[in-house]
């Protein structure tokens, strides 16, 4: 069969496993990649050309020169598909699909991928339980939702791929306060309710709109909270059979299936409120899991995220048949800390249990995988209690772990 060629766009370092399996399915790969990524370990035996963009600031590029620069790629190449490997990235895949006419997902889809404004309202549209929020274009109506909804509320950007630049506020002279720096860039950010709960993230697969994988965990440590207080990010997947996994397991086919989803890895985040005991939905991405989510998934599962998405993509373009192994029904743990040194000693961290360390400079990662979901959460009290105590670097970290 002939050979496709599939371009990666990734401003962030990550997508290793994607990029090799593709080769190993006798592709073509091309990477476009952020200038200031070009000495790091890419998969380069799997990789036939690459581009670098320089980034305005991080993540991002000159759209106009990205287009410029892949219509004379196009000129002398035949692209059957563009893949963004990043949350940052998917806005820039969508851009070339849609300017190239190449298939895949574009710039209207996207959007209830990336932006949380349109995922919000959308998923409202749709009769999935989000918590109460408002744009934050008009005074009249942010003023109306403030004196409707009961403080606190979070004032959260609408593209961001993290916890980052997310504010918690408790007074409407704050929120005015808050909204008057911004300036120009208001429009860029929500209004939402905060809702106490647990957090709970899906990771999930999906081909031809049906969901061929899914694996669901519970955030012990929420993303915003690590963000914002440093600390310990820590996750542990859920039983396949229990009621919590089949509660989330519905509530994300329900959102794909609304959001037009038709193919490829997705990770989903959902709260439990502590008030009513029901699932939120609180956005998604139509990409892999970050902070080596996939590290998690695998260890529970045997189902490597990365190499699925490529399997799904190679079949989508081969016209072949694509079904995922039956998956393994262990539990995993993943726990990552920011920390004083460069390297870590992993030495009092070893352990029956312990999957892998993970390779993340001046941080501590470890994945945990066992029959029995009690010693997971053992392992990562038992650890978060050291590093703690002993390790912790209490800044907040300058940039996200990749995967």
């Not at 851009?95 to 919000?120: S, V």
């Not at 606190?152 to 609408?158: E, G, M, Q, S, Y």
């Not at 990771?203 to 031809?208: C, E, P, R, Y």
Request: aromatic share 10%; net charge negative; hydrophobic share 35%.
């Amino acid at each position: 069969m002939e050979k496709k060629t599939i371009v990666c766009i990734s401003c962030y370092y990550k997508g290793y496993d994607f990029m090799d399996e593709m080769k190993n399915l006798d592709n073509k790969v091309i990477l476009v990649t952020s200038e200031n990524l070009k000495e790091k370990n890419w998969p380069w035996h799997a990789i036939d050309e690459v581009f670098y963009m320089p980034e305005l600031k991080p993540s991002v590029w000159n759209l106009d020169h990205l287009i410029q620069g892949f219509s004379h790629l196009m000129q002398t190449r035949k692209v059957d598909a563009v893949v963004a490997l990043d949350d940052y990235d998917v806005e820039k895949a969508a851009l070339i699909r849609e300017t190239f006419r190449i298939p895949g997902m574009g710039q209207t889809t996207h959007r209830y991928f990336r932006d949380k404004l349109a995922m919000r309202q959308k998923a409202k549209d749709s009769g999935i339980n989000v918590p109460e929020f408002t744009a934050v274009f008009n005074n009249d109506e942010v003023n109306l939702f403030v004196d409707k909804v009961s403080p606190p509320w979070v004032l959260k950007p609408r593209s961001e791929a993290s916890a980052s630049g997310i504010k918690k506020l408790t007074s409407k002279e704050d929120l005015w306060e808050e909204l008057n720096k911004l300036g120009e860039e208001r429009h860029l950010f929500l209004l939402e309710s905060f809702k106490p709960g647990d957090v709970y993230h899906v990771d999930s697969l999906t081909f031809n709109k049906d969901t061929a994988f899914t694996s669901a965990s519970k955030y012990l440590a929420p993303p915003m909270q690590v963000s914002h207080e440093g600390g310990v990010f820590r996750t542990k997947t859920l039983g396949r059979y229990s009621e919590e996994f089949k509660a989330l397991e519905a509530a994300n086919i329900k959102v794909l299936s609304s959001f037009g989803l038709m193919h490829g890895a997705t990770h989903t985040e959902f709260i439990k409120s502590n008030e009513d005991d029901k699932y939120y939905f609180l956005e998604t991405s139509s990409r892999v899991g970050g902070a080596h989510i996939p590290d998690l998934v695998e260890a529970s599962s045997s189902i490597n995220i990365w190499r699925e998405w490529a399997r799904i993509e190679d079949a989508l373009l081969k016209g072949k048949h694509y079904e995922v192994s039956k998956p393994t029904g262990y539990y995993s743990g993943l726990i990552i800390a920011l920390i004083k040194n460069k390297n870590p000693d992993y030495g009092e961290f070893e352990s029956p249990e312990t999957v892998k360390f993970l390779p993340i400079e001046h941080h501590v990662g470890i994945v945990y995988k066992s029959n029995d979901p009690i010693i997971i959460q053992e392992r990562l009290d038992s650890a978060a209690e050291k590093i703690l105590a002993e390790m912790l670097n209490i800044l907040p970290p300058k940039s996200k772990p990749t995967s």
